[in-house]
Structures are given as structure tokens and as C-alpha cells.
């Protein structure tokens, strides 16, 4: 378990930045499709059809 810290405390600081840039990208983009899953789910359950494009998605497009 020492092995394991000591290769983390080896990681340069710049390098967090871009670990923890990558992790959090990762983290809103799988967020990001679990919520339009659950919005297209609704819209199906509520008997309208989600790739008619009359609805707007309340989620921007980036």
C-alpha cells in the first residue's frame, strides 16, 4: 500500500490539474447523458415523440 502513495506523491503538481480536468469532464458528461436519458424518458412516458424536435430540451447544446 506504501507503493501506491509513493507513486502518487511522485505526480507533479500541473500534473493534478490535468487529471482532475479530465475526471471532472468525465464526471459532467456521464451526468449530462443520464439526464437526457431521463428526459427523453419522460417525454416518451408523457406519449410525445423525442426526436420530433418540437420540444425543446431544457438542457443547452453545447
Known amino acids: 500500500m506504501s507503493s ?11 500534473a ?7 475526471l471532472s469532464g468525465s464526471v459532467a458528461g456521464i451526468f449530462n447523458s ?3 436519458h ?13 426526436d420530433s424536435g418540437d420540444g425543446k430540451s431544457s438542457v443547452p447544446e453545447l
Open 4 to 14: 501506491v502513495w509513493t507513486a502518487i506523491g511522485s505526480i507533479p503538481w500541473f
Open 34 to 36: 443520464w439526464f437526457r
Open 38 to 50: 431521463r428526459e427523453r424518458m419522460a417525454m416518451i412516458h408523457q406519449g410525445m415523440h423525442p
Open 16 to 22: 493534478w490539474i490535468a487529471i482532475v480536468a479530465i
